[in-house]
Nanobody
Framework: VQLVESGGGLVQPGGSLRLSCAAS????????MSWYRQAPGKERELVAT????????NYVESVKGRFTISRDNPKNTVALQMNSLKPEDTGMYFC???????????WGQGTQVTVSS
């Protein structure tokens, strides 16, 4: 199983980035997908989750209205559109896959997002 994130980088406050996660080796449509982030010296934080069909999404309060999670099951991808970025959004962003029934969970290697002027 592989989860490969891309799309991170350096952006100014107020800017946008779109993260993507390409999954392989798993029955993608059976997994809820999430994005987590971890800032230096802080614990990993759940940012956004999308259900297997994409019918429901949840966000941490601090990103509501700015971030949008989406998935494309035929392409085995999940994305995180991040708008109005703030310095506090800086961190390593990780893609996570969690099976909807059995105890299977996978992580990607992460992609760095830095919001700074």
């Amino acid at each position: 199983v592989q989860l490969v994130e891309s799309g991170g980088g350096l952006v100014q406050p107020g800017g946008s980035l779109r993260l993507s996660c390409a999954a392989s080796g798993l029955a993608f449509s059976s997994y809820a997908m999430s994005w987590y982030r971890q800032a230096p010296g802080k614990e990993r934080e759940l940012v956004a989750t999308i259900t297997t069909t994409g019918g429901d999404t949840n966000y941490v309060e601090s990103v509501k209205g700015r971030f949008t999670i989406s998935r494309d099951n035929p392409k085995n991808t999940v994305a995180l559109q991040m708008n109005s970025l703030k310095p506090e959004d800086t961190g390593m962003y990780f893609c996570n896959a969690k099976h909807r029934v059995i105890a299977l969970e996978y992580w990607g290697q992460g992609t760095q997002v830095t919001v700074s002027s």
